[in-house]
């Protein structure tokens, strides 16, 4: 299974949505509760370095 990406839903100025970035593969790991339900993925290769900042503090 692979995963995209985007930072923001704020459309850009000649498209209209942000692009994604092909973060690539990944494999489900666990999961739980049911509403609403976590899915645990395990990324076959780490995000870029700027990615994952971003991730986290959207995260966080």
Partial sequence: ????VRETRIPDRDL???AYLYAGTMT???????RPMRILWKLHHALPADVYTAA???AA
């Fill in 1 to 4: 299974m692979c995963i995209f």
């Fill in 56 to 58: 986290r503090a959207i």
């Fill in 16 to 18: 209209s949505a942000p």
């Fill in 28 to 34: 489900y790991d666990s999961h739980t509760g049911d």
